[in-house]
T-cell receptor
Framework: AQSVAQPEDQVNVAEGNPLTVKCTYSVSGNPYLFWYVQYPNRGLQFLLKYITGDNLVKGSYGFEAEFNKSQTSFHLKKPSALVSDSALYFCAVRASGGSYIPTFGRGTSLIVHP | DGGITQSPKYLFRKEGQNVTLSCEQNLNHDAMYWYRQDPGQGLRLIYYSQIVNDFQKGDIAEGYSVSREKKESFPLTVTSAQKNPTAFYLC????????????FGNGTRLTVT
């Protein structure tokens, strides 16, 4: 079985400050990890993924994520938040050798204050 | 531009009526998926299809049906057997290659009264 936990329903940060959205996972074998963003009344957009290799993954819109195997985490980060980053963020995982169906977390609402 | 089109964006139905949500993609993706999104519950998989004329139930398939007669199309029918059909429905597709991400449509918001 595979699962994802996003421990924070909401993250608040001031514009210009660094942001972190947390994700931990559980999977048998090696994980494929993904971050998606959703703006109101829209579908999800892919931000970045970790498959193998460098633990720091860079993605769209200045976002990056750090894979930590010992802590089974894949936290999303950005050095300087923008008001336009305010959205719902989803972490997803699937096992590298398993079915092609990812499991999504419940989502974290990021609010960036001007 | 390639993408996934879901229609309509908003849909209103009376209880007891079946309703079909459309999902069309021109990305030439093999796999297609239907998810249901409710506030605070993330995404729950309803059905998925990896090839034409074949599909599998997801975690919450009861009260839903699908077909996959063409590679481009994966319509979802919400039947009267679905006890709580009001939700935001998302269609997605994926290139059937190991680590490729999902591509999502912009969703259909269904309200049943």
């Amino acid at each position: 079985a595979q699962s994802v936990a996003q421990p924070e329903d909401q993250v608040n940060v001031a514009e210009g400050n660094p942001l972190t959205v947390k994700c931990t996972y559980s999977v048998s074998g090696n994980p494929y990890l993904f971050w998606y963003v959703q703006y109101p009344n829209r579908g999800l957009q892919f931000l970045l993924k970790y498959i193998t290799g460098d633990n720091l993954v860079k993605g769209s819109y200045g976002f990056e994520a750090e894979f930590n195997k010992s802590q089974t985490s894949f936290h999303l980060k950005k050095p300087s938040a923008l008001v336009s980053d305010s959205a719902l963020y989803f972490c997803a995982v699937r096992a590298s050798g398993g079915s092609y169906i990812p499991t999504f977390g419940r989502g974290t609402s990021l609010i960036v204050h001007p | 531009d390639g993408g996934i089109t879901q229609s309509p964006k908003y849909l209103f139905r009376k209880e007891g009526q079946n309703v079909t949500l459309s999902c069309e993609q021109n990305l030439n993706h093999d796999a297609m998926y239907w998810y249901r999104q409710d506030p605070g519950q993330g995404l729950r998989l309803i059905y998925y299809s990896q090839i034409v004329n074949d599909f599998q139930k997801g975690d919450i398939a009861e009260g839903y049906s699908v077909s996959r007669e063409k590679k481009e199309s994966f319509p979802l029918t919400v039947t009267s057997a679905q006890k709580n059909p009001t939700a935001f429905y998302l269609c997605a597709s994926r290139l059937d290659r190991g680590n490729s991400p999902l591509h999502f449509g912009n969703g259909t918001r269904l309200t049943v009264t």
